[in-house]
């Protein structure tokens, strides 16, 4: 029977064996042997355990015992190495065999071959695995849904995202995710999919783990098997959370700049900002503060989402920098981030962090609205619920709506400031004492208010849309007035705009008076438009008059005597000799040094050097002469003596214009009692103004002569007489109302101030044309002064007028 | 041996046209000098000087006018000005327009000299 077993087993289309209960084997068939290339003794016992694969012998060894031990029927898996040294897989399937007493006395198995099997197992799960792989790899959220809508997994990007496993994931329900603003769209859109297999897409924003909404944009794929089956759907989500912030910013932008435009009130464009900041950064909520005119006080600009409570405390507040961060935000011109209110040490003993955690807000993120002029306009900030800290996208969300909110801040001032400018305008056309005329960029009038029409005596509806110059414009001065006007416009170049002038104006009835006018241009679009405004001066022009004259003396007065104007003319005239001094010491120096020396040529220098030394030194002398005793004024004085002293220090002016100088004093002339310094500075003042009008003659002598002499019996009269192109007479009426700018070089004085000197003396200055070529400048100056100069030897004064210098007339 | 550099003196001065050449000869120039601008025009030293040396004030013709006429001419014969007067504007007013130097008399040797070297080419 026995042999009858064995070759049924050998016969059976597997590998066959039996064992004892202990796990020994007892018995291999012979396509065991064949397979394993292992005899039969080689095999039993445990022999067998060599053909199975190291890898795989200790478990599968261990697991065999175990099922012996324990008498249940097992399936294992294992590798078994053929004859031939290659490994296969097989499947060992036993039962027990057991007595009539239920003792098991034989194990009988079959390892079946499944290589095939498992090889096809392995490539699915490699398969699998890369699929998983790319799933894991892919920059984006996915998640896998079954074709009704299960979840059924994602990647791990998904679970992190939403903080939890599938299995609370599939709990929560992913639908709920979104936020309530989406969710129905986002969940009709979905169901939709289901049913209809195709694929969808939809951006919503989602709440991440962290409590923040991100914008989501998902793209849902069904994947179907060979026969056209729904296997799965794969959904991809990335976060366009930024890209949507910047989408949502431009149009929220271009809203409110249109709402700006339009002219909206500003409560209603600064809540529409704050909707939109709060729409893109939703767990957001936003205020503006605007400030008061007088930059002290906080007002509620809007503030939709904030307790209405809060919005009240905060409207008026002193803007103080140690309340809270919009406080110090004003203050400080910067922005103040309190990412957490209940720990921020900055206000500790302020009452608003108490206040602010009482409505539940935990950080505020404070930002200064800026004007153009950068100046603080207002405070925009953001509360959150939770402690939080700006990232750079909202960073750059709070800067741009700040900006926003600045220009429209700075809109409805201006919108303000123009409402009450042209209310102003209107009150100051109506009650101005000046004349407003306002004309268009033809010169046409345009406007003419109440003191115009009083002033020049036409109404208004008289002369607009006249040309301004043939109303108020004097004949003769109206081409030139169109010439500027049309300067102007050509080239932007005005001589009076932007400045206050003098002219003449005319009245309805022909008669002129003096105004004063500042042009002004209309900051406008288009054409140009201007303002003028004038002013009947005709009174004050009088008072000026006397005044001005008054003032411009003193201030020439006090031009002459100033020290530092002679310094320079000082300096000047001792530059030169020390020059000369200076060099021809050089030379003298260096000849010296020469192998042999040059004697000679040094002494010659050493001779000049002397000689431009003594120069030096008389020009100071007589300097000091001129200035010594300034200070007593009304000192007796030789009126010849004090020009001689003149034309020496002017000597190298005249030598350098090439000027002759003929002096001509009487004799024995008796002294005048007058300030030595002003009389010759009026003496220099005149030879200098000489010597500049002969400058230019070249086909005569240069020639100036001065003389003294007596002018009436209680006159002493000096005259200086050039040769140069002379005065004509309506000239020489006005050569003493200019101002004689001085010669840099020169410390000559204006003939204004000449006159007012000798009249200051008692006398007078004049001038004349002569009868030849040239001019004659003379002044007179009284000699007797209650006879304290008696003692001097005197000439009469002569009762004939020979002693005049010939030529010159009176 | 290398013909000296000719530096050309116009001064209305006569205590600089007496004592400048003698200096400058000293140092091994050649030095002419001239008492006005309009002789200086006139004589054959506009197209032979090296370096002009001259006075800001003189009469009719200053040397920045001078100085102006020569660029018409187009010369650009390097200028060193002298002037007595102490306003130290005239300085840079000058330098703008392509003085190589101004000295405020008076001026010392070395300051002429440093000129000087500034003014003509080097060797």
Known sequence: ?810 | MKKPPLVCVVDDDESVRESLPDLLKEFGFAVEAFSSAEDFLTSEAVSKADCLILDIAMPRMSGPDLQRELRRRGRNTPIVFITAHSEASIRPRTLRQGAVACLFKPFSQSALLDALSAALPAG
């Open chain 1, 1 to 810: 029977m026995a042999i009858d077993f064995s070759r049924v087993f050998d016969a059976l289309p597997g590998l066959v064996w039996t064992a004892f209960s202990d796990g020994r084997a007892d018995f291999v068939n012979s396509r065991w042997c064949e397979y394993t290339g292992l005899s039969v003794d080689e095999a039993l016992g445990e022999g067998w355990q060599s053909a199975v694969h190291p890898d795989d012998r200790a478990d599968l060894v261990g697991a065999w015992l175990s099922f012996t031990q324990a008498g249940e029927p097992g399936e294992l898996e294992a590798r078994l190495r053929r004859f031939d040294g290659e490994h296969r897989w097989f499947q060992f399937r036993f039962c027990p065999l057991a007595d009539e007493d239920g003792t098991i006395i034989r194990w009988c198995g079959i390892n079946t071959d499944i290589e095939d099997r498992k090889r096809a197992e392995e490539a699915q799960r490699a398969q699998e695995h890369r699929a998983r792989m790319i799933i894991e790899g892919l920059p984006a959220i996915v998640t896998l849904m079954s074709p009704a809508g299960e979840l059924e997994g994602g990647n791990r990007r998904m679970l992190e995202y939403f903080g939890a496993e599938v299995d609370e994931l599939r709990r929560r329900g992913l639908g709920h995710s979104y936020h309530p603003d989406d969710q129905g769209a986002v969940v009709a859109r979905w169901r939709r999919s289901l049913e209809t297999g195709d694929p969808c897409e939809f951006v919503a924003r989602s709440r991440r783990s962290d409590g923040e909404y991100r914008w989501l944009r998902t793209v849902g794929v069904p994947l179907r098997d060979t026969e056209g089956h729904l296997q799965v759907w794969y959904l991809l989500s990335t976060d366009v959370t930024d890209q949507t912030w910047a989408e949502a910013l431009l149009a929220g932008e271009k809203r409110l700049l249109q709402m700006v435009a339009q002219g909206s009130a500003l409560t209603e464009v600064l809540e529409a900002l704050c909707g939109v900041v709060e729409s893109i950064a939703p767990r957001s909520l936003c205020s503006i503060l605007t400030i008061d005119p007088d930059s002290i006080r906080f007002r509620h600009g809007a503030g939709p989402s904030l307790p209405d409570p809060y919005n009240q405390v905060l409207d008026g507040l002193v803007m103080d920098r140690y309340f809270g961060p919009c406080g110090m935000a004003a203050n400080l011109k910067t922005q103040v981030i309190a990412s957490d209110v209940a720990t921020d040490p900055r206000w500790r003993d302020s009452p608003w962090p108490e206040m602010v955690l009482g409505h539940g807000l935990r950080s505020c993120w404070s930002t200064p609205i800026l004007s153009r002029n950068d100046e603080v306009i207002g405070v925009f900030a953001l509360y959150q619920h939770q402690p939080s800290e700006p990232t750079a996208a909202e960073l750059d969300i709070v800067s741009q709506f700040a900006h926003l909110a600045g220009i429209a801040i700075e809109r409805a001032e201006g919108d303000a400031a123009l409402r009450r400018s042209e209310a102003r305008k209107a009150a100051i056309l109506d009650s101005s004492l000046d004349c407003i005329i306002s004309i268009d960029h033809e010169a046409r009038i345009t406007e003419f208010n109440a003191a115009a029409e009083q002033i020049f005596g036409y109404r208004e509806d008289q002369v607009a849309g006249e040309l301004l110059a043939e109303i108020i414009v004097p004949p003769r001065y109206r081409e030139q007035h169109r010439q500027g006007f049309a300067r102007y416009l050509a080239t932007g170049e005005s001589r009076l705009i932007g400045r206050h002038t003098e002219l003449t104006a005319i009245r309805a009835d022909g008669t002129e008076f003096p105004v004063e006018l500042a042009i002004a241009r209309l900051p406008t679009d288009g054409p140009p438009a201007f303002t003028g405004f004038l002013r009947d001066i005709s009174d004050r022009k009088r008072s000026e008059e006397a005044l001005d004259k008054v003032r411009a003396e003193l201030s020439r007065m006090a031009r002459v005597t100033s020290l530092g104007a002679l310094t320079a003319s000082i300096a000047h005239e001792v530059n030169q000799p020390l020059s000369g001094i200076i060099t021809n010491a050089s030379t003298c120096l260096k000849m010296l040094a020469a192998e042999p020396p040059n004697v000679q040529g040094a002494q010659e220098t050493a001779r000049r050097t002397v000689r431009d030394g003594n120069r030096a030194a008389d020009i100071i002398k007589r300097l000091r002469a001129l200035f010594a005793n300034k200070e007593a004024a009304g000192e007796s004085m030789d009126l010849g003596e004090a020009a001689s002293e003149v034309i020496a220090l002017c000597a190298s002016d005249l030598q350098r214009a090439q000027v002759v100088v003929r002096q001509n004093f009487a004799d024995q002339l008796p002294p005048i009692t007058a300030d030595r310094v002003q009389i010759q500075q009026v003496i220099q003042n005149l030879l200098m103004n000489a010597v500049d009008a002969v400058g230019d003659v070249e086909d005569h002598p240069r020639q100036i002569s001065i003389a003294t002499g007596w002018q009436d019996a209680d006159h002493l009269r000096l005259s200086v007489r050039d040769t140069g192109a002379g005065i004509d007479a309506a000239a020489a009426a006005r050569l003493f109302e200019a101002f004689y700018t001085t010669k840099s070089e020169g410390m000559g004085i204006g003939l204004s101030v000449s006159r007012s000197i000798i009249e200051n003396h008692g006398g007078r200055l004049w001038a004349e044309p002569n009868d030849g070529a040239g001019a004659t400048f003379a002044f007179s100056l009284p000699c007797r002064s209650d006879g304290d100069a008696s003692d001097a030897p005197v000439s009469a004064p002569p009762a004939a007028a020979d002693s005049r210098l010939s030529g010159v007339k009176r």
